[in-house]
């Protein structure tokens, strides 16, 4: 649990000191969104540029990757049989339709915001509060069961969305 946590603390340093970095050499970046391509423009060697664009673009499409193939499997393998009572007789095309439905619902969350960085960080605010509550409770509760932790991870996501998006609280 501490090793995770110190871990998470590591990554979330990177783009603050990207972001520093940019200000501290006067940069003039119209948004935090443009905080790394400023410095690969300004700053950077073109072949030092070309690797932090290329190490960008290949973390996007893997994280991309491995988060649909995620999908697609918790689909067919537990909300499928949830649903129908069984699992599919053709599962390559539901796999399919799964992948269609889960880019179709990434892309309408992703293009409801203006910059990656608000997306970044109301999508860490939504997730996180919910599996931080889920895995306090499971660490320290030992009765805590799956479905306490399912019901955790709905409830405090649920409630962040509410905090964040209604204007009166």
Do not use: C
């Amino acid at each position: 649990f501490y090793i995770t946590a110190l871990l998470y603390l590591i990554f979330a340093i990177f783009p603050s000191l990207i972001g520093m970095s940019a200000v501290a050499f006067s940069a003039k970046v119209a948004s935090s969104d443009q905080a790394l391509p400023w410095l690969i423009m300004h700053v950077f060697p073109v072949w030092i540029g070309s690797l932090l664009i290329v190490a960008a673009l290949s973390a996007t499409l893997s994280s991309a990757d491995s988060d649909t193939a995620t999908g697609v499997v918790i689909f067919i393998r537990h909300i499928y049989p949830l649903l129908f009572g069984h699992y599919p007789k053709n599962p390559l095309l539901v796999s399919r339709v799964s992948i269609a439905g889960i880019f179709i619902i990434a892309a309408g969350i992703v293009l409801h915001f203006e910059t990656v960085m608000g997306f970044i960080i109301t999508t860490n605010a939504v997730f996180v509060s919910g599996m931080a509550v889920a895995g306090i409770f499971g660490l320290y509760w030992k009765k805590a069961t799956w479905q306490g932790a399912i019901t955790a991870i709905v409830a405090s996501s649920l409630t962040s969305l509410l905090v964040l998006y209604v204007q009166s609280w």
